[in-house]
């Protein structure tokens, strides 16, 4: 399929005279690339009608009998694009993130539903012209491309900039989750533990004791007594704090094979859109990032950023114009074979028995015969690994993206980074 690209145009400390020729150069492209997408969206093939299962973030549908379901849930998830027109990012930055900003925009889509399952449910459906709920606008509000919002293209950009990836640079999975993961904190109204498991390796310690911090202290008041069973070691804590568990987005980079991804793990990948905690899998192609919510037969469904759309304002009555927020058009699909070897895959656990759940679930997928897992659950930490929560370091790169393919969009050359 013909891909649009543009150089990388950002830089850590921005010019204003870049910024001119940039601008000059993105109009450009923008240009090209509405060309582009005007071509595309006439060419959707609509959904096959195939007796094989759909399975979609978690749920099953039938093709025969429930396409307009199937379709409904699609639209109804969040859909991030490239934009134009947006405030500069950093004052003096890019205006538009085209050719560079799609693995940041399926970020910000496997954390919009992560925050759409905590407010509004999984089971909450998206309609056009309807008086959207207070929790919805909140959560649209949180990715609106300027500066103040949580989870905006600026604020990705920006961090990304501490793990070592200049503005206007094509992210890797691993990248994106760390930078969610940082950005989080400061989302008091969502309340999510983002954790990003490393190695390959979920410990089910490590994630309890960032879900529920009050669990520290209530160990060490067990030789006090117990007032309260075990929230007597909590009351020391903030009121926010004590909270039974922190809803958890659960973000696992990995690499299922080096330039192709092994055959072995293609059944296990599919079994992850199966879960009822899938948030789906962030990847795709080298600089062609997709967001992959479901499969069927042999194909991943996924929803695809590359589309440049103008910027939106909210309105003065805080109302957003929402239309362009939501694809509505049947799904895009694409060979599971074809899909780079590089991923992150993505759950939601809003209860620990939501956690619990996972864990077994989990460990039913690993002793099914027929696919390799694509990653190892401990019970606590093995004497090898060293806790990058423990130490307060966020590590630039893991091993998904030191193998990682950073092609260069004019003469798509590519280096294996070196391990």
């Known amino acids: 399929m013909l891909e649009w690209y543009?150089?990388?145009?950002?830089?850590?400390?921005?010019?204003?005279?870049?910024?001119?020729?940039?601008?000059?150069?993105?109009?450009?492209?923008?240009?090209?690339?509405?060309?582009?997408?005007?071509?595309?969206?006439?060419?959707?093939?609509?959904?096959p009608e195939t007796s094989e299962p759909v399975w979609i973030l978690g749920k099953e549908y039938n093709a025969l009998t429930e396409k307009d379901e199937i379709l409904s849930d699609v639209t109804s998830r969040l859909w991030f694009t490239y934009r134009k027109n947006f405030p500069?990012?950093?004052?003096?930055?890019?205006?538009?993130?085209?050719?560079?900003?799609?693995?940041?925009?399926?970020?910000?889509?496997?954390?919009?539903?992560?925050?759409?399952?905590?407010?509004?449910?999984?089971?909450?459906?998206?309609?056009?012209?309807?008086?959207?709920?207070?929790?919805?606008?909140?959560?649209?509000?949180?990715?609106?491309?300027?500066?103040?919002?949580?989870?905006?293209?600026?604020?990705?950009?920006?961090?990304?900039?501490?793990?070592?990836?200049?503005?206007?640079?094509?992210?890797?999975?691993?990248?994106?989750?760390?930078?969610?993961?940082?950005?989080?904190?400061?989302?008091?109204?969502?309340?999510?533990?983002?954790?990003?498991?490393?190695?390959?390796?979920?410990?089910?310690?490590?994630?309890?004791?960032?879900?529920?911090?009050?669990?520290?202290?209530?160990?060490?008041?067990?030789?006090?007594?117990?007032?309260?069973?075990?929230?007597?070691?909590?009351?020391?804590?903030?009121?926010?704090?004590?909270?039974?568990?922190?809803?958890?987005?659960?973000?696992?980079?990995?690499?299922?094979?080096?330039?192709?991804?092994?055959?072995?793990?293609?059944?296990?990948?599919?079994?992850?859109?199966?879960?009822?905690?899938?948030?789906?899998?962030?990847?795709?192609?080298?600089?062609?990032?997709?967001y992959f919510i479901g499969y069927v037969g042999e194909e991943l469904i996924y929803l695809d950023p590359h589309t440049t759309q103008p910027a939106v304002e909210p309105c003065e009555d805080g109302q957003v114009p929402d239309e362009t927020y939501h694809c509505q058009h049947p799904p895009c699909r694409m060979h599971i074979c074809e899909l780079d070897p590089s991923i992150a895959a993505g759950f939601f656990c809003k209860t620990e028995d939501d956690f619990d759940d996972w864990c077994m679930r989990i460990r039913r997928l690993s002793c099914k015969k027929g696919g390799l897992p694509m990653f190892e659950l401990v019970d606590s930490q093995p004497v090898h690994m060293v806790s990058v929560d423990t130490l307060n370091l966020t590590p630039d790169f893991s091993d998904s993206d030191r193998l990682e393919r950073f092609f260069d969009s004019e003469d798509e050359e590519f280096e294996i980074l070196s391990l």
């Open 88 to 290: 500069p990012i950093g004052g003096t930055g890019p205006t538009s993130d085209t050719g560079w900003g799609c693995m940041l925009r399926c970020g910000q889509m496997i954390l919009g539903e992560a925050l759409m399952c905590r407010h509004l449910g999984r089971d909450w459906r998206w309609a056009r012209d309807q008086k959207q709920r207070e929790e919805y606008i909140s959560i649209l509000n949180a990715f609106i491309d300027k500066k103040d919002s949580y989870y905006s293209i600026h604020q990705i950009a920006q961090m990304g900039v501490g793990e070592g990836k200049p503005i206007g640079q094509w992210y890797g999975p691993n990248t994106v989750a760390q930078v969610l993961k940082k950005l989080a904190v400061f989302d008091t109204w969502s309340r999510l533990v983002v954790h990003v498991a490393m190695d390959n390796t979920v410990i089910i310690e490590e994630i309890k004791r960032l879900c529920m911090p009050w669990l520290d202290l209530a160990g060490e008041a067990e030789g006090e007594g117990e007032v309260n069973g075990c929230l007597e070691g909590a009351c020391a804590l903030a009121e926010e704090d004590t909270a039974l568990w922190k809803p958890l987005v659960l973000l696992i980079p990995l690499r299922l094979g080096l330039s192709d991804i092994n055959e072995a793990y293609i059944e296990t990948l599919k079994q992850c859109f199966m879960l009822p905690q899938s948030l789906g899998v962030i990847g795709g192609k080298p600089n062609s990032a997709h």
């Open 6 to 47: 543009c150089p990388s145009i950002g830089v850590a400390g921005w010019s204003a005279e870049n910024n001119k020729q940039d601008r000059v150069t993105i109009v450009g492209m923008d240009a090209a690339t509405l060309t582009y997408d005007t071509l595309r969206f006439g060419e959707f093939e609509d959904f």
